[in-house]
C-alpha cells in the first residue's frame, strides 16, 4: 500500500520569496513521483515527474523537486514566487498495479498556495 | 492544450436524470483512468481502463459505470444522478503503444453540476 502526505493544506509567501510545499510518502515499491498544479476552474497540469532517475528534478515554471529516499520525501520549491504560482499543488505517488499498462496513483490532499503582492 | 480531451466541459442536470461524460486520451496512451474531485472529498479515483478492458476500480459507485471503446475513448455514465454528484470529473491517459511510462496527463474535466 502506499499513502501521501501534504504536510501542509495552505501555504502563504509574499511575491518574490522562495516556496516549498512539502510531501512525504510511504510505498512498499519504488514510485514514480509527481507534482501537478491547478488553477482555480482548470485542470490538472503535470509540473514535473521522478521516475527513478535524477533524483532533482526541474519542472516547468521554475519549480524543482528533490526526489529522497532516506527521509520519504519529494519536496517542491522555486526559488522566487510570482503571483501567477497561486494554485493548488498536488503531490501524487504511483506504483504497477496488477498487470502492464496498469499504475495505482495516490493523490495528497493538496496544498492552497497563496501569493502576497 | 493537454492532448487529452473531455467533453463537454460544464454539464447542468436535475436529480434523477443520467449523463454520459466522453474522453479521448492522448494520441497513442492506451489507458484512461476516470477520477471525481469534490470540495469534500478531494480527488477520488474512480476506473480505470486499458486497451478496452477494465483493470482497476475505486470509490466508483454502483450507478455509475464506464466502458473504453475500440478506438480508445472512453465514456463515464452517471445515473440517478444525485445532488451530491455534483462535482468536476477528469479523466487521465498513461502508456503509450510501446508499454512505456510515459506519466499521466489530465484533461480539462467535466464539471457536473445536479440540480
Known amino acids: 500500500a502506499q499513502s501521501v502526505t501534504q504536510l501542509d493544506s495552505h501555504v502563504s509567501v509574499s511575491e518574490g520569496t522562495p516556496v516549498l510545499l512539502r510531501c512525504n510518502y510511504s510505498s512498499s515499491y519504488s514510485p514514480s513521483l509527481f507534482w501537478y498544479v491547478q488553477h482555480p476552474n482548470k485542470g490538472l497540469q503535470l509540473l514535473l515527474k521522478?521516475?527513478?532517475?535524477?533524483?532533482l528534478v526541474k519542472g516547468i515554471n521554475g519549480f524543482e523537486a528533490e526526489f529522497k529516499k532516506s527521509e520519504t520525501s519529494f519536496h517542491l520549491t522555486k526559488p522566487s514566487a510570482h503571483m501567477s504560482d497561486a494554485a493548488e499543488y498536488f503531490c501524487v505517488v504511483s506504483v504497477p498495479y496488477s498487470g502492464a499498462g496498469s499504475y495505482q496513483l495516490t493523490f495528497g490532499k493538496g496544498t492552497k498556495l497563496s501569493v502576497i503582492p | 492544450d493537454s492532448g487529452v480531451t473531455q467533453t463537454p466541459k460544464h454539464l447542468i442536470t436535475a436529480t434523477g436524470q443520467r449523463v454520459t461524460l466522453r474522453c479521448s486520451p492522448r494520441s497513442g496512451d492506451l489507458s484512461v483512468y476516470w477520477y471525481q474531485q469534490s470540495l469534500d472529498q478531494g480527488l477520488q479515483f474512480l476506473i480505470q481502463?486499458?486497451?478496452?478492458?477494465?483493470?482497476a476500480k475505486g470509490n466508483i459507485l454502483e450507478r455509475f459505470s464506464a466502458q473504453q471503446f475500440p478506438d480508445l475513448h472512453s465514456e463515464l455514465n452517471l445515473s440517478s444522478l444525485e445532488l451530491g454528484d455534483s462535482a468536476l470529473y477528469f479523466c487521465?491517459?498513461?502508456?503509450?503503444?510501446?508499454?512505456?511510462?510515459?506519466?499521466?496527463?489530465f484533461g480539462s474535466g467535466t464539471r457536473l453540476t445536479v440540480v
Open positions: 521522478y521516475t527513478s532517475a535524477a533524483t
Open positions: 487521465a491517459s498513461s502508456v503509450d503503444k510501446e508499454g512505456r511510462f510515459v506519466g499521466y496527463t
Open positions: 481502463y486499458y486497451n478496452g478492458e477494465e483493470r
